[in-house]
């Protein structure tokens, strides 16, 4: 496979290389990743693999379906698996439209990845103020979105998915290239974490704070592909208790404008 066709990408600290059959792929996924330059140090080489047709499912449909730690894809026009600790992966589909396809399956590649290497994918709109990250978290429809859209420009470091990994004793927020928005601006660049907040929309603004108890089970609903292994569950669990140690978790009421910004970071 020609060389041209091989993008490469680090989220993190961590390395991917996907190498695809399909030129226009392999260019909008080079373009969509473009803010995430590769790195030395840890890669996971998969090889993404578009066959002519269209399949009946999308894998955005699929169930995810595990066997000895590997995510396994195996329906009528769709094979493949990732397997993080070779660390490697293929996916083959028939699709007219991959882009989707590919994004959901570079997002499966990082969430496993990232996991067993210490860190944690997690679904929020991560937002730098001060040289520190504030997340902004919650079930879809919440307002993710609509905190970042009324953030700071040049502040946000994605609106939809962010990477957790430790540093030195410290949990940092990392930006990822798998925003909501089909145009991703260029992110803020990754701070140590302040604080997790589970958006509550409502006429008053107020922080309430979170028992330990309910903010680890909000925090494993928002960890993708991951918590759908019953066998991860456990080492899920104490890595949400790790971050938690450190990290102060509440419910954010808030409004649909900036005022949030008064409680979340006074100083800001």
């Not at 993710?144 to 998915?161: I, W």
């Amino acid at each position: 496979m020609a060389a041209e066709l091989r993008v490469r990408l680090d989220i993190g600290g961590l390395g991917y290389d996907l190498i695809c059959n399909n030129r226009a792929l392999a260019d909008w996924l080079a373009w969509r990743c473009r803010y995430f330059p590769a790195q030395s140090g840890k890669r996971l080489v998969t090889h993404l693999i578009i066959q002519p047709g269209d399949q009946p499912r999308s894998l955005l449909q699929l169930a995810p379906r595990f066997s000895r730690g590997a995510l396994i894809w195996d329906e009528p026009g769709i094979q493949g698996w990732i397997d993080p600790f070779k660390p490697a992966g293929r996916l083959s589909l028939a699709s007219r439209q991959p882009q989707a396809e590919a994004e959901y399956f570079l997002r499966a590649v990082s969430a496993l990845f990232s996991f067993e290497n210490g860190g944690l994918l997690f679904h929020a709109a991560g937002v730098v103020q001060n040289d520190r990250a504030y997340l902004f978290f919650g079930r879809s429809g919440s307002g993710k979105s609509t905190a970042a859209s009324f953030s700071p420009q040049g502040a946000v470091l994605n609106d939809d998915l962010v990477l957790l990994m430790p540093n030195q004793g410290i949990w940092w927020a990392y930006p990822t290239p798998f925003w909501n928005q089909p145009i991703s601006p260029a992110p803020a660049p990754p701070a140590p974490l302040a604080g997790l907040y589970r958006l509550v929309q409502d006429s008053e603004v107020y922080l309430e704070d979170m028992p330990r108890g309910i903010a680890i089970s909000e925090m494993l609903s928002s960890a993708p592909l991951v918590s759908a292994d019953a066998n991860r569950s456990h080492r899920l669990i104490q890595r949400c208790q790790e971050i938690l140690e450190t990290i102060p978790a509440f419910y954010l009421h808030f409004q649909p404008n900036a005022s949030f910004w008064q409680v979340v970071s006074p100083t800001g």
